[in-house]
């Protein structure tokens, strides 16, 4: 049958393989992302643990004492361990290359349940600061630095200068998911080496990720009881570092995924709304062809088979195109898998290779009956319940009756309701898609050249004066180039993926507790930084050459700052810590605008600049503000630095506009597939309207042409037709407008600036949908307004 009818058959087939193979391909992100495990060893009993949790539930740091506590107290844990980014500037090994790695507690892979291919992993005698010079490395570094030299373990590696002894290599396929997730992805892991004495393990300095393993006999719940009691001691024991005694502990994976999960768990839906629109446009054309073999089914029961006889050979035959839907929407989901992950954000889609895998197929299997069931019941039950006697008597009239009518027309009105769930959908995130490109970020960043430098070498610039004179000297020979307007350098750049929070303490405003101080943004620069990347200063002044290492100490703040602190007095002059209350304190010699740091939704905090003369790091980002392309710079820029040090590395080299669009990426990826879906369920609502018109059309031909026949005009005809089909479209309208003021709510997470019930945008959409359902209409319209009555009374 499914042979006799191929016309029908392609068509059902094409639709059903676009849903399927939709949903498959979204199913195998969400799968791979949400639902498969870690690639750890009983990677459900990893936690992540935090005295700071932020408002969309990511865990913050903690400092290194907190953790030893922790650790010695706790008794749910099999093992707890810190991490921190590392790495450092590679030589010795040919041209120099900065590597990103990790510092980790001794057992930090004993307690992922992983061990080197080569080697061995750390011991717990080598996590002290005079023994932390050993490290374990990647598959891939060991095969692109050592040339896959199976003796490499025991060898030195020079890292910043600094000689490190290989112990181990890691397996091939091996990949960090806490470096990649919360820094970079590391290719060399060294020990943490920290003793409680020393600066950076003291409480308030929350630099450290604590990460733990349960124990098999304790769930979450229980863990987080007992880190709840043991931080109540702790505060009692030190009130002023915990005045909050609060601890989050929360499993790793979700700690992973807390930031995308909304984002999938719409396109799945959106695609399930697709998949239930293309049933509902198959079960059409099963209804149109059961209206075609009511004589085929009326000899079928007068031979005496019964009802469920006749609905099991509809719903084999639905199963049957599911089946051969399934198999060609297996090939778009193979296709349509690795569109999504060449198309996706790179920290979206990291987590484990997406692939379409046996718990992918058996989503498929399951769509396809499911969807053979949904699309083949309703015609199946039609056929099963006609009167057969009158479908077997001669010339007995084949048009349709008021069930089958308005069972059709019941399916049109469905899928308008999710088409319009789906279009709103997608203007929504438009809208705050065009607020977010709307926000200005604080700095211009057109024709701004971003490269990060590394003057880390521990020979060359073990003095802070050394690092200091490389970096004035290299900024006056860019700004010396042709076509390079101005230049700078900064600690941490907005949009850079880095930040560094200082505690901001006010001379004049002590407080009783000083953990209590606010937080901010802090950032060390040159001079010529604020005219590079076009931070306008908004009072006072900006920095200058005579703002060196041995000048009083000043520092800038920005507007949020100023009257957040300051509401209604004048900042400058006032002095101020960042840092600790044993830090020195700084004038406030100028006020400068708000800068986004995150990206272009998150709102400035509070923000504090000093001189990079007075406050020295020698991992900076040099920004470079040029009359040309950035692209055009790069190469220039690169020859000065090296020029003055070819041993230093450059990296990370991009346009500020290109880490702005990547800051924007995930919400462009979600609105670029829920756009794609809602315009496939517009279509295919239009051509599920067109098809109930023209059908509807064709079985009313004898009645039309009565009517013409009877005076009726053809404008007459055309408000019948067009009348009958905007009815259904004002019905589907009304409900989908119900349901989606609903559905909408869930997506409040993903709008910007935009109410989940915009008035705007469901209003356009209903209208959009209106016009193409009138588009959709017309045409059978009309065809309906031409019918000659002659002709059509002649062939009744």
């Not at 992922?112 to 990647?138: A, C, H, M, N, Q």
């Not at 030299?149 to 290599?169: A, E, H, N, Y």
């Not at 024709?447 to 990060?452: Q, V, Y």
């Not at 703040?557 to 957040?564: E, K, M, V, Y």
């Amino acid at each position: 049958m499914l042979i006799t009818h191929r016309g029908a058959t392609v068509i059902a087939v094409a639709t059903l393989a676009l849903g399927i193979g939709a949903n498959t391909a979204i199913f195998s992100v969400v799968n791979a992302v949400l639902l498969r495990p870690l690639p750890y060893h009983d990677s459900n009993r990893l936690v992540m643990l935090s005295t700071n949790e932020e408002s969309n539930g990511a865990l913050g740091n903690t400092g290194y004492a907190t953790f030893v506590d922790w650790r010695e107290r706790s008794r749910s844990f099999e093992r707890m361990v810190v991490i921190k980014s590392g790495g450092g500037v590679l030589t010795g090994q040919g041209e120099p290359e900065v590597i990103m790695g990790l510092r980790v507690s001794a057992d930090y892979f004993k307690m992922l349940g992983v061990s080197p291919v080569l080697g061995r992993d750390f011991r717990v005698e080598e996590d002290r600061p005079d023994t932390r010079f050993v490290v374990v490395i990647s598959h891939a570094l060991w095969q692109r630095r050592f040339n896959s030299d199976r003796q490499v373990v025991g060898k030195q590696l020079i890292l910043s200068d600094r000689p490190f002894t290989i112990v181990g290599v890691m397996p091939q396929g091996f990949t960090d998911l806490l470096s990649a997730n919360f820094y970079e992805a590391a290719e060399v892991w060294a020990p943490v080496g920290y003793d409680v004495t020393q600066n950076f393990a003291c409480r308030d300095c929350q630099h450290l990720k604590a990460i733990a393993r349960l124990k098999p006999d304790v769930t979450l719940a229980e863990a987080r009881a007992e880190m709840s009691a043991i931080m109540n001691v702790m505060a009692r024991e030190h009130p002023k570092t915990y005045a909050t005694p609060a601890i989050g502990v929360a499993r790793l994976q979700d700690q992973f995924t807390g930031a995308i999960r909304p984002a999938l768990y719409l396109l799945l839906v959106a695609v399930g709304l697709v998949l239930l629109i293309a049933c509902a446009n198959v079960a059409n054309l099963l209804l149109a062809r059961a209206s075609g073999r009511a004589r085929e089914m009326a000899i079928r029961a007068a031979l005496g088979a019964g009802q469920w006889r006749i609905v099991r050979q509809l719903l084999v035959e639905s199963a049957l195109l599911s089946l051969i839907g399934a198999a060609a929407g297996l090939l778009l989901a193979l296709w349509g898998t690795d569109l999504l992950t060449s198309l996706s954000p790179a920290k979206m889609l990291q987590l484990q290779p997406v692939r379409t895998d046996a718990r992918a197929l058996g989503f498929a299997l399951l769509a396809s009956l499911l969807t053979g069931l949904l699309s083949g019941l309703a015609p199946a039950l039609q056929a099963a319940r006609q009167d057969a006697q009158l479908a077997l008597k001669e010339g007995a009239k084949s048009s349709p009756g008021k069930r089958q009518r308005r069972l059709r027309e019941s399916f049109v009105v469905a899928e308008i309701m999710f088409a319009l769930a789906l279009l709103v959908g997608a203007g929504l995130l438009i809208r705050s898609f065009m607020r977010v490109l709307d926000t200005r970020p604080g700095f211009e960043s057109r024709n701004l050249l971003t490269i990060m430098i590394s003057a880390s070498s521990a020979k060359k610039y073990a003095d802070p004066a050394h690092v200091r004179a490389f970096y004035s000297e290299a900024i006056k020979r860019i700004e010396s180039l042709p076509g390079v307007e101005a230049a700078g350098v900064v600690s941490n750049l907005p949009f850079g993926g880095n930040m560094d929070m200082s505690g901001f303490h006010v001379e004049e405003k002590p407080l009783a507790n000083p953990a209590e101080a606010p937080n901010a943004e802090r950032y060390g620069v040159s001079p010529g930084y604020l005219r590079a990347m076009g931070i306008p200063l908004l009072r006072g002044r900006g920095f200058n050459e005579q703002d060196n290492a041995n000048a009083p100490l000043v520092a800038l703040i920005n507007r949020t700052a100023a009257q957040r602190i300051w509401p209604n007095e004048d900042p400058l002059g006032k002095r101020i810590r960042l840092g600790g209350i044993d830090d020195p304190l700084r004038s406030v010699v100028g006020v400068v605008g708000d800068v986004n740091h995150y990206d272009l939704e998150t709102a400035p905090d509070m923000q504090a600049y000093v001189p990079h003369a007075q406050w020295t790091d020698s991992y900076m980002q040099l920004v470079v503000r040029g009359a040309v392309d950035p692209g055009a710079l790069t190469g220039p820029v690169r020859q000065a630095v090296h020029a003055l040090d070819p041993d230093v590395p450059l990296q990370k080299v991009a346009s500020m506009r290109q880490l702005v669009s990547a800051s924007v990426a995930q919400r462009r990826f979600t609105l670029l597939l829920i756009a794609v879906f809602a315009t496939a369920a517009l279509l295919m609502a239009a051509i599920g309207l067109y098809g109930v018109m023209a059908y509807s059309v064709a079985q009313r031909t004898r009645e039309i042409g009565i009517r013409v026949a009877l005076g009726a005009q053809g404008a007459d005809v055309l408000r019948l037709v067009v009348g009958r089909g905007l009815r259904l479209v004002a019905l589907g309208v009304a409900l989908g407008l119900m349901a989606t003021l609903a559905l909408t709510r869930l997506m409040k997470n993903l709008l910007y600036e935009v109410s989940a019930t915009d008035p705007l945008t469901f209003t356009g959409v209903a209208a959009l949908l209106a016009l193409v359902a009138l588009a959709a209409c017309y045409v059978p319209a009309r065809r309906a307004a031409k019918v000659d009555p002659m002709v059509a009374l002649r062939c009744e």
